[in-house]
């Protein structure tokens, strides 16, 4: 199958600072594609440069396999969507969704269908004459994705579509934008710091650190094994330490273990993930509760072991003992990751 998007070798520098480096990237049609960082990585920079928006250093950009590198930005059959929505205050809802079809000429009468269409499918039914001013930020936020879809782009490209909004309705939307996106079969890339965003939206995860990408694959892979320590820290793992071996265990600063874990070529960090923390009397290591924090069914307890850095562990609520306790722990050889970039921490 063709790749509805495929970005070749990009590169993008402003003198001596390089903002993407050689970024390869493949959509397929009606896959949604979130690129995952944190800020300065580069990713708001590559979806403008998907866009045409800004130009490339090197590399290209095809969109149905044809090269649009240079071609103007309202040429490529693109649609954008940035975090400040960008609406047309003087405009309704109406005149800002139908604007696009417009301007491409299209009868008043199906620029009207058009624009009930999309309402209903975004959920603003019967709010065409409404005034932007009196909406609430999710509703502009639903006017702008309704704006972007309505001259039916190839591709949708959101820039932190969400990052205004509070994070009880980022997270509604965010579940709704999934159902819309899969409704409509539409080719989406969005691009986020958010993590909790990025997983429940995308069928696949681009991880960007200082301009290059550093993981990709499904959200369930990407979490499963970052295979680097800049992917570890982004997802909020702190289990992390320097990668030791003696024979056929691995050392680590909570006890040796035996080597198990994925490995990674080039490794030199090792990620013990808090489920493969497990707590039994019988457990060869022993810590003291720090902390536990609540979450429902499990909690996270952050355990002080001597000599070590601070270990958190995944456990059932029922059995979560409390801050004070003395515990005895094993770790799950299969819960252990191996990871590349510990020699580059101290420059990161």
Not at 169 to 175: A, G, S
Not at 272 to 281: A, C, S, T
Not at 299 to 309: M, Y
Request: glycine share 10%; net charge negative.
């Amino acid at each position: 199958m063709t790749p509805r998007l495929e970005v070749k070798g990009a590169s993008v520098r402003f003198g001596d600072t390089t903002a993407l480096d050689r970024v390869d990237l493949a959509v397929a049609p009606a896959e949604v594609v979130a690129v995952l960082g944190a800020s300065g990585s580069g990713k708001s920079t590559l979806l403008r440069s998907i866009a045409g928006l800004q130009s490339l250093s090197a590399g290209g950009v095809e969109l149905d396999a044809l090269d649009v590198t240079d071609v103007e930005p309202h040429k490529r059959g693109v649609g954008l969507m940035f975090q400040d929505h960008a609406l047309f205050p003087h405009r309704d809802v109406s005149g800002n969704v139908g604007f696009g079809l417009r301007m491409k000429g299209l009868p008043p009468a199906e620029v009207a269908a058009r624009v009930t269409q999309l309402l209903d499918l975004v959920g603003l039914a019967g709010k065409a004459d409404r005034s932007i001013q009196t909406l609430s930020g999710g509703e502009q936020q639903r006017v702008a994705l309704a704006r972007a879809l309505a001259p039916e782009p190839k591709l949708l490209l959101l820039d932190e579509p969400l990052g205004a909004l509070d994070r009880s309705l980022r997270e509604r939307l965010v579940v709704e934008l999934q159902r819309l996106f899969r409704e409509l079969g539409q080719t989406v890339v969005a691009v986020t710091h958010d993590q909790l965003e990025a997983f429940t939206l995308a069928d696949r995860i681009v991880v960007l650190h200082r301009g290059a990408v550093a993981r990709v694959g499904t959200p369930a892979e990407v979490w499963d094994d970052p295979r680097s320590l800049e992917v570890a820290e982004l997802l909020g793992f702190a289990n992390l330490a320097l990668l030791r071996r003696d024979g056929a265990d691995l050392v680590t600063p909570w006890g040796t273990i035996p080597v198990g874990g994925q490995a990674v070529e080039g490794a030199d960090a090792v990620l013990i993930r808090p489920g493969g923390v497990h707590l039994h009397p019988g457990g060869t290591q022993s810590g003291t509760v720090a902390s536990r924090s609540f979450g429902g069914a499990r909690s996270t307890l952050v355990i002080d072991v001597a000599g070590a850095p601070p270990l958190e562990a995944d456990v059932p609520s029922a059995d979560a003992p409390s801050p004070g306790s003395l515990v005895r722990f094993d770790i799950d050889p299969r819960q252990v990751r191996h990871l590349r970039g510990w020699k580059n921490r101290s420059s990161s």
